[in-house]
């Protein structure tokens, strides 16, 4: 069955500090996956794309790392700020899975000053 | 550019009541979706479009309808409202099955 699980749900760190978010797949064969950022109430927005070959890609603070062999991924925000309060979804698309997307649960960040 | 925009953005319908939800994009896409969101769940596919006049079920239809008559909108309409339908709704687009673009969301309550 494919599944995306996000760990850990729920994290709060201090401002400054950084962080790495969790997220391991079951999707097969795998397509690409993008970490989104939802703010609260707010529709959720893409930060990174990571397709088969890459194994880390940078967008600022962020920096999304890949593993396909064991299926995992991972987030790493650096010097948090409290605009990174968000929750963190982790989305896979698979080859031949058509229009379907594997969505995560997310983990919801808290960054406190 | 607007991108992908949602109404109403909150609603409360009472049982059996019916409803749609707006949703329009003007970035030409191909693809649109309909998600919901529940609380500590994943987004779960409801509706979903690949053009104007082609519309599939996704994992989660019933007591739901779609349709697509352009490119640019794709309502969502809710039919006798039941409780279970209490969830924030977002409506979606891509070019083909690339980077999705949501809306803000549409928070319904039903009673």
């Known amino acids: 069955k494919n599944q995306v699980e996000q760990s850990p749900q729920s994290l709060i760190i201090l401002e400054g500090k950084n962080c790495t978010l969790q997220?391991?797949?079951?999707?097969?064969?795998?397509?690409?996956l993008r970490w989104y950022k939802q703010d609260t109430g707010r529709g959720p927005v893409s930060l990174t794309i990571?397709?088969?070959?890459?194994n880390t890609k940078s967008n600022g603070r962020y920096t999304a790392t890949l593993d396909a062999d064991t299926k995992q991924s991972s987030l790493h925000i650096t010097a948090s700020q409290l605009s990174d309060s968000a929750s963190y979804i982790c989305?896979?698309?698979?080859?031949?899975?058509?229009?379907?997307?594997?969505f995560g649960t997310g983990t919801s960040l808290t960054v406190i000053p | 550019n607007a991108g992908v925009t949602q109404t109403p953005k909150f609603r409360i319908l009472k049982i059996g009541q019916s409803m749609t939800l707006q949703c329009t994009q003007d970035?030409?896409?191909?693809?649109m979706y309909w998600y919901r969101q529940d609380p500590g769940m994943g987004l779960k596919l409801i509706y979903y479009?690949?053009?104007?006049?082609?519309?599939d079920k996704g994992e989660v239809p019933n007591g739901y309808n779609v349709s697509r008559s352009t490119t640019e909108d794709f309502p969502l309409r809710l039919e006798l409202a039941a409780p279970s339908q209490t969830s924030v709704y977002f409506c979606?687009?891509?070019?083909?099955?690339?980077?999705?673009?949501f809306g803000e969301g549409s928070r319904l309550t039903v009673l």
């Open positions: 979606a687009s891509s070019y083909s099955a690339g980077e999705l673009f």
């Open positions: 997220c391991n797949y079951t999707v097969s064969p795998f397509s690409n």
């Open positions: 990571m397709t088969f070959s890459e």
């Open positions: 989305v896979v698309r698979g080859e031949n899975t058509g229009n379907q997307f594997y």
């Open positions: 970035m030409n896409h191909n693809y």
């Open positions: 479009s690949v053009g104007a006049g082609i519309t």
